[in-house]
């Protein structure tokens, strides 16, 4: 018992990893090193760098090294649930890839290189449970995304380059600390929301519905009079109207 305590997870080597390859139901090949307890990312794989998709969630791993991009053919990466602080910028050079997962890990802002978007067929990207604070604006080049996590994080806002993605059909960004709705917001909203109005004279008013019709009218006033003025339509009073030969010959042009 004394010697498993002790024990930090299967050491990877290359006849390990070569049995931990397997075969998807379209005729990929997998390596599959999750929940092995792995604390660095083992270099015998790249080896192994005809794989079609590798699995290192759920580990300790700290850093994933510039040597990455040695899987030319990789179309699937999940780096899920480990301790990963930093992306190399030669993920960039993987142009197969198609799903990437770096959800619950200790990412920041800083962590993603500007390289990410050269991943031009990716379509899957999972950034949730991290430290992020803000995403960089570049990741708008993905055209062909469409799933984007980047919930349980820091962020304040979703660029615009993200949000509108063309083929983007969901975007968790749950648990975010986003800014709240001000007062006045919210009351704009509700009169949008409002379905029904019912116009009655004040004299047919209980006196608590009146004064909250009168509060409201209170706020709507209050509320137009912080608007900017709309600007002034031009008045082009030389200009003459239309004489009447060219309205008598309106059927000749047409």
Known sequence: MAKGKGQKGKKVTLKVAKNCIKITFDGKKRLDLSK???TTFPRCILKLNDIDELDLSRNMLKKIPDAIDKFTNLRWLDLHSNQIDRIPETIGNLQSLIFLNLCNNKLTARSLPVELNQLKILRNLNLGLNHIDSLPTTLGALKELQEVGVFDNLLTTVPNSVAKLPKLKKL??????????????????????????????????????LRKC???RDKLNKLKSTLPAPAKKPNFSNLMSPNSQAKENQGEWR
């Open 214 to 216: 009168q509060e409201a």
């Open 36 to 38: 092995m307890g792995i």
């Open 172 to 209: 968790n960004a749950k648990r975010n600390p986003f800014p709240g709705p001000t007062e006045e917001e919210l009351f704009i909203d509700h009169i949008k929301r409002l379905e029904t109005l019912y116009v009655v004279e004040e004299k047919d008013l209980c006196f608590p519905c």
